[in-house]
């Protein structure tokens, strides 16, 4: 199983940013896929979650309205799009899969909102 996240940067508040996930290994079409993030010195929380036909999606409180997440099953990739990005939404942002009981992660990619 791999996971390469990508599309972090640094950008300004009220910006937006759309990340990305291309995984492999495993049958993406059947798994759900989840978006966490983790800022400095916290613990990794759950930002979205989508499930295998993406029919269904969950966000996170600090989230709700702002991202959106989304999948492609022909590409294997799983997507954040993040809108009107706060400061406190900096982060390290990785995505993550269940398999075979075990979790699996990205290397993640950094998104920093600063002015």
């Known amino acids: 199983v791999q996971l390469v996240e990508s599309g972090g940067g640094l950008v300004q508040p009220g910006g937006s940013l759309r990340l990305s996930c291309a995984a492999s290994?495993?049958?993406?079409?059947?798994?759900?896929m989840r978006w966490y993030r983790q800022a400095p010195g916290k613990g990794r929380d759950m930002v979205a979650r989508?499930?295998?036909?993406?029919?269904?999606?969950e966000y996170g409180d600090s989230v709700k309205g702002r991202f959106t997440v989304s999948r492609d099953n022909a590409k294997n990739t799983v997507y954040l799009q993040m809108n009107s990005l706060k400061p406190e939404d900096t982060a390290v942002y990785y995505c993550?899969?269940?398999?075979?009981?075990?979790?699996?992660w990205g290397q993640g990619t950094q998104v920093t909102v600063s002015s």
């Open positions: 290994g495993f049958t993406f079409s059947y798994y759900i």
């Open positions: 993550n899969v269940v398999f075979g009981g075990r979790d699996y």
């Open positions: 989508i499930t295998s036909t993406g029919d269904i999606t």
